[in-house]
């Protein structure tokens, strides 16, 4: 998909409410009947970075280091809480971008959003969507970031590689959605955010 034609999509959308545009809020409970978003969330926001390639559009994605006490080991976007000094959820992702990834904001053309999502962990996440335009120098802060790479946006836009898988957890089962690429597991709320983005280019 093209970078116009991502853009024309947000643009047509921008200005109405979440509520409207898609369901509004998303989580873990969609796939897990049962499962209720807890009170209290966590404002917090993450970067989706659609970069713009000669060869094409990929999504930058970082995995986490092994000893957070959040998420550890996993996929995902760069970002985190909104914190009190952060005027907006757009600066709060930009401003954890630039600190996980070294990525300037003065790089990042957002075009809107997506559903906000809720986590298990406590958080409720706003996904900023962006144009990345290179040249940037990664910088991955190295007591967050383990790895940072790219994945093309056409693999993520392909809904054959959405796939729901299922495990035990706490003895109950829980269901996520998974999109295996190449050696690497996206899955959870990242996995989900870039269902819904899918959800918004297609416009199902």
Known sequence: MRREDIKKRFDALNGQ???????????DHDLNPGMQPQDDLT???VLVPLVDRPGGLTVLLTQRTAHLNDHAGQISFPGGRVEPEDPSHLAAALREAEEEVGLPPDRVEVIGTLDYYIVRSGYRVTP?????????????????VAEVFEVPLSFVLDTDNHVME???????????????YENRYIWGATAGMLVNLTDVLAER
């Open 17 to 27: 409410e979440a509520t409207v545009r898609w369901s509004g809020q998303r989580g």
């Open 166 to 180: 299922s495990r035990t957890d706490q003895g109950v089962e829980r269901t996520f959605y998974v999109l295996p």
């Open 43 to 45: 404002p917090a926001a």
């Open 128 to 144: 900023v969507v962006g144009f990345v335009n290179p040249p940037f120098d990664v910088r991955p802060d190295p007591f967050e």
